[in-house]
């Protein structure tokens, strides 16, 4: 079975980066892809951005407005998601998952396996 450490969220100032990341281990299948979901408080879990492990195509919601990159290193089974410019509202818990009919797309019901999630604060 399939687990996920993320890591690299903490406390940031709005209008900087932070870089989160997500390391794999035991894949269920060969090329899956791998997901960025997110929750707020008191809100529904978002998918934000995923990536094709098989050929590098990516996704992204639109609320992302191009300031979300997602990547991947494959060699290292690490899943990046950099974050641009962050505002108050993108302060949640991040989560990556696998979708291991290695589609992509932000459907969480396709995404079986869920790391424990790492959490952005955003102060003003």
């Known amino acids: 079975e399939v687990q996920f450490v993320e890591s690299g969220g903490g406390l940031v100032q709005a209008g900087e980066s932070l870089t989160l990341s997500c390391v794999a281990s035991?894949?269920?299948?060969?090329?899956?892809?791998i997901g960025w979901f997110r929750q707020a408080p008191g809100k529904e879990r978002e998918g934000i951005s995923s990536?094709?492990?098989?050929?590098?195509?990516?996704y992204y919601a639109d609320s992302t407005e191009g300031r979300f990159i997602i990547s991947a290193d494959n060699a290292k089974n690490t899943v990046y998601l950099q974050i641009n410019i962050l505002r108050s509202e993108d302060a949640a818990v991040y989560y990556c998952?696998?979708?291991?009919?290695?589609?992509?797309?932000?459907?969480?019901?396709?995404?079986?396996?869920w790391g424990q999630g790492t959490q952005v604060t955003v102060s003003s």
């Open positions: 998952a696998e979708e291991d009919l290695g589609h992509g797309g932000l459907s969480e019901q396709k995404y079986f396996y």
């Open positions: 035991g894949f269920t299948v060969v090329d899956p892809a």
């Open positions: 990536i094709r492990r098989s050929d590098g195509v990516t």
